[in-house]
């Protein structure tokens, strides 16, 4: 849960004519360090005046009315969205050309680069958005005025207080907003047309709103004799809730986020699914049977995540993919099957080769059996002002059925 460990503020503010130092314990879902500099706001600060504080690196205590400090922070979005947007066209007017390169190594180069541009674009957006802050009294209770009731958000969101500890808690806007939107996504639930059912996701757990791979692990033809399953990753526990709804007697599901394995189980309970059992693992299930299939779908992008809430989207250097894949063989029976769902994006984007992927199933001692592909059809594909359009568009998600080296049928 969040925070692991106990931060505090300090700022100072005037009460009854007196200057006070005050203190409250920070929370961050980013994981960022307390700020330093914090300032009072309410709603005579400009948008302008709030915007110039947050980027010269001070932070905003907002103290005024809930939904006019809501429409501050979205007014500091927009500035920030039109700073970009001049950034960019200046550097287009500097792009020259480079004669002595090729137009495709000229062309991968330039991919690479504004995905990581893009990157530092929204590291930089979210640590300015971070700084319009709000206090919370014991119990996650806001004065603000017109503030509505978010207690039971935050309790999902960064767990319970201590008990008969009396302290205040800061925590930005936009985290506040984060919450209230987890727990919205946690009461409606994400609908899964092909499977006829919703998928109910927890705060920090990955909603899966984009699932055009279910159709694929519906489609794949199980393995002879599919007794026992593994679902490396759970998360949500979606691909555990596929195989068990195709018939597998026993599937274990782990995840290393005491998060995702709420989640899951929740999400088993409302589905009442016995067949399948939780474990917290660092990939792969202990004590448990050699499985006749293991489903994975691992973080699709291989680049640094830039605060935990990202884990299930960024997998620094392949590391989570690698180790699956180099552990896979081992717990898999002698005509066993690995499913591993994957996303070509990281190709298209020249983070890594297909060359450099299969080559990593050869060193694991796999190969692949067959392969079934889907193409997205979310918004940011159908983009055109997108400028990662060119990759996005192209993008395959693919089901790898991949078995043993030495698999003979």
């Not at 159709?215 to 809730?241: E, F, H, K, V």
Request: aromatic residues 8%; charged residues 25%; hydrophobic residues 40%.
């Amino acid at each position: 849960m969040l925070p692991i460990e106990k931060k505090y503020v300090q700022w100072h503010e005037n009460e009854n004519g007196k200057d006070t130092l005050r203190h409250a314990r920070w929370l961050s879902a980013s994981d960022y360090t307390p700020p330093t500099r914090v300032v009072l706001v309410d709603d005579k600060t400009s948008a302008d005046e709030a915007y110039r504080l947050a980027c010269a690196g001070t932070s905003m205590l907002y103290r005024g009315d809930f939904y006019n400090g809501r429409q501050l922070l979205q007014a500091i979005t927009r500035r920030i969205e039109r700073t970009n947007e001049r950034s960019k066209l200046r550097k287009m007017k500097k792009v020259v050309k480079q004669p002595a390169k090729s137009k495709s190594i000229e062309k991968s180069q330039e991919t690479s680069n504004l995905f990581h541009q893009q990157r530092q674009l929204q590291a930089q957006r979210a640590r300015i958005l971070s700084r319009l802050l709000l206090e919370l009294d014991t119990g996650y209770v806001s004065k603000l005025r017109r503030a509505p009731d978010v207690s039971a958000a935050c309790i999902a969101a960064f767990g319970q207080l201590e008990k008969g500890v009396d302290e205040s808690c800061l925590l930005s806007f936009r985290d506040l907003q984060g919450a209230l939107g987890a727990a919205q996504w946690r009461e409606k639930g994400v609908a899964i047309e092909s499977l006829g059912l919703s998928i109910f996701p927890h705060y920090g757990v990955f909603a899966p709103t984009r699932h055009e791979y279910v159709q694929l692990l519906i489609d794949a033809p199980l393995p002879d004799a599919c007794n026992i399953a593994y679902d490396i990753g759970t998360g949500t526990g979606l691909l555990a809730i596929i195989l068990a709804q195709r018939g597998v007697k026993q599937v274990v599901a782990t995840d290393l986020n005491p998060r995702a394995l709420d989640c899951a189980r929740e999400n088993f309970a409302r589905l009442q699914l016995s067949s399948i059992q939780l474990q917290q693992a660092n990939l792969f299930p202990t004590d448990a049977p050699l499985a006749n299939l293991i489903v994975c779908n691992p973080p699709w992008l291989p680049a640094k995540p830039s605060s935990p809430l990202e884990y299930a989207v960024y997998d620094a250097n392949s590391t989570m993919l690698r180790g699956f894949l180099q552990g896979a063989k081992q717990y898999l029976s002698d005509q066993g099957e690995v499913w591993l769902i994957l996303s070509d994006l990281a190709e298209h984007l020249q983070l890594r080769s297909r060359e450099e992927l299969l080559g990593w199933f050869a060193d694991s001692g796999l190969k692949v059996k067959y392969r079934l592909d889907t193409q997205p059809k979310h918004g940011r594909s159908q983009d055109e002002n997108d400028s990662l359009y060119a990759a996005r568009s192209a993008e395959i998600t693919s089901l790898w059925c991949l078995v043993s080296s030495s698999y003979e049928p």
